[in-house]
């Protein structure tokens, strides 16, 4: 899988948006852009995930450059309980991966964000 | 939404004994699920690919007669530390992926962890 790269902690404020980049300058063709947050001690959690569209749900929403390259979370009304450690992940299209292989996540540094009051 | 429920959240135990951790999906079936390893401060290391009806899939470096996973159902893998040591003392996350929706798949879902403590 193609690795990411994003800073590794950004501060926001409370009630603005807050812009997560993340460059993944190798992806290729077959390969998903999936968000992921955890909060302290807490198991990881799903945000979004797109493969060239720009994608939005209830939590975010995900902008993919036109080239693929790099993305930003947005995440438009910051509050505290998103303070958290959000990863950006690279992974292949399901159909491109065996069953014994199970399509695994592989998780780099993350960005820690912390939402100031 | 799918559920993953994850058991013990916190135990600890002393030197050399083992300790299981459970990992079920609640409303879901899941042939493969994942378990990850996360020391403090630092990113999640996956330790091994449980496969349902088989064995699982170790990453490299990751010791598997340590390490025990088994996965006899489709909504259940266990994962035994056995004759733990404080050096194993972590925190331990298994996830799992609900039915596929379109070509990405549906994102994984994680368990909420267990902090092991060997003492």
């Known amino acids: 899988d193609a690795k990411t790269t994003q800073p590794p902690s950004m501060d926001c404020a409370e009630g603005r948006a807050a812009n997560l980049p993340c460059n993944h300058s190798t992806i290729s063709g077959n390969e998903y852009v999936y968000w992921y947050r955890q909060i302290h001690s807490q198991g990881p959690q799903y945000i979004i995930h797109g493969l060239k569209n720009n994608e939005t749900n209830e939590m975010a929403s995900l902008i993919i450059t036109e080239d693929r390259k790099s993305s930003t979370l947005i995440l438009p009304h910051a509050t505290l309980r998103d303070t958290a450690v959000y990863y950006c992940?690279?992974?292949?299209?399901?159909?491109?991966?065996?069953?014994?292989?199970?399509?695994?996540?592989?998780f780099g540094g993350g960005t820690r964000v912390l939402v100031k009051p | 939404g799918a559920v993953v429920s994850q058991h013990p959240s916190r135990v600890i135990c002393k030197s050399g004994t083992s300790v299981k951790i459970e990992c079920r999906s609640l409303d879901f079936q899941a042939t493969t699920m994942f378990w990850y390893r996360q020391f403090p401060k630092q990113s999640l290391m996956l330790m091994a690919t449980?496969?349902?009806?088989?064995?699982?899939?170790?990453e490299q470096g990751v010791e598997k007669d340590k390490f025990l996973i088994n996965h006899a159902s489709l909504t259940l893998s266990t994962l035994t530390v056995t004759s733990a040591h404080p050096e194993d003392s972590s925190f331990y996350i298994c996830?799992?992926?609900?039915?596929?929706?379109?070509?990405?798949?549906?994102?994984?879902?994680f368990g909420s962890g267990t902090r092991l403590t060997v003492v």
């Open positions: 449980s496969n349902e009806g088989s064995k699982a899939t170790y």
């Open positions: 996830s799992a992926r609900p039915p596929l929706l379109g070509q990405g798949g549906s994102g994984y879902t």
């Open positions: 992940i690279v992974r292949v299209a399901d159909a491109y991966v065996s069953r014994a292989a199970g399509n695994k996540l592989t």
